[in-house]
């Protein structure tokens, strides 16, 4: 049985605990928050489990085997690394670190110690991002294009980081999941509009190899909720909208068709237009399939998808768009 302690019990935390007592082999062992309302929450759903404000005391009991930290992101570095010291594997909300450096000593600390990094990269595990990973490895698409998504609503303005920060994580860890090759530059702007020193919307654009070019739009300030991605391939199109109950993927066989032939003056494209048709996605709760791997991982030793490595790559883009986001969008290598 693995015991698990939850540091964090306001907007994810609940999740994670309800999810973690839904697996075999685990149990919640301790729940930890500052804010007495949310414990008395937590005591409310769960009379029998130890509640405290003390971090402390659950970083270092010999009692507990995984802590799952959900909390802000500047309080993540402190709190995993005196976890791991005190030989706790670590399941952490993303992002990872506030930092390039802090995600590289987390990780050099859990090699050391023999533990395991999860980052609580949630949408790897739904099967819309799984089906998708799918179809873009057997080549349906064919080489890609571009990726364009779009992540806006009327959100929340947090008071500690931009917008990137909070929302690009997301579409980061899911194009790094999906495209096998690895950005070359960015560049980033965006605008704060209340004055708070964090941008609330920002437009990212990444360059990759062989003309393949990445678009994300991150906005708190937009009067609808958009969640979409389209993924051009020379093969065909896919739509992804994450708001759909039905037909969540749709795949186009439509395009274009060049005549390379010709000369440049009299360059002839062809237009592709076919069937539309959309794959069945396995249903099911993705934090709760994230996880059931996470104990498998944890029973076997073998390193998650979603490990320290993967959550520090996250943190290098978000670092390398924050950067040219500060400087009026200036081109950044990787």
Not at 139 to 145: A, K, M, R
Not at 201 to 221: E, F, G, P, Q
Not at 253 to 268: H, P, R, S, T
Not at 269 to 279: H, I, K, N, T
């Amino acid at each position: 049985m693995l015991n698990f302690a939850v540091i964090g019990y306001g907007y994810w935390g609940p999740n994670i605990v309800r999810n973690v007592f839904a697996q075999k082999g685990a149990k919640v062992r301790a729940i930890c928050d500052i804010d007495p309302k949310s414990l008395q929450k937590a005591r409310d759903l769960y009379p029998h489990t130890p509640l405290t404000r003390d971090y402390k005391k659950i970083l270092k009991s010999n009692h507990i085997d995984v802590v799952a930290i959900v909390t802000p992101v500047s309080t993540h570095y402190a709190l995993a690394k005196m976890a791991l010291e005190h030989g706790k594997h670590i399941f952490i909300e993303k992002p990872f670190t506030a930092t390039l450096k802090e995600a590289e000593e987390l990780i050099k600390i859990a090699q050391k110690n023999k533990l395991l990094i999860m980052v609580d990269h949630t949408f790897l595990f739904t099967g819309a991002v799984q089906k998708i990973k799918e179809i873009i490895d057997d080549n349906t698409l064919g080489e890609l294009n571009y990726y364009d998504s779009t992540r806006i609503s009327l959100g929340i303005f947090q008071h500690d980081v931009s917008v990137i920060w909070d929302l690009a994580p997301h579409d980061f860890s899911i194009i790094n999941y999906v495209i096998k090759n690895k950005p070359l530059a960015l560049t980033a702007q965006g605008m704060d509009h209340v004055g708070r020193g964090h941008e609330n919307l920002a437009y990212i654009t990444m360059y990759y190899s062989r003309n393949l070019i990445v678009h994300v739009n991150v906005n708190w300030l937009s009067p609808v909720k958009v969640r979409t991605t389209m993924i051009c391939g020379k093969k065909k199109m896919l739509v992804w909208d994450d708001l759909e109950d039905d037909e969540r993927i749709k795949i186009y066989d439509k395009g274009i068709d060049v005549n390379k032939k010709e000369n440049i003056y009299k360059l002839k494209v062809d237009y592709r237009s076919g069937d539309m048709w959309s794959p069945h996605i396995e249903p099911g709760e993705a934090l709760n399939k994230e996880l059931r791997y996470f104990i498998q991982c944890l029973t076997s030793g073998k390193a998650p998808i979603n490990d320290g490595h993967s959550g520090l790559k996250v943190v290098h883009m978000l670092e390398k768009a924050e950067y040219s986001l500060k400087n009026k969008g200036k081109l950044v290598k990787f």
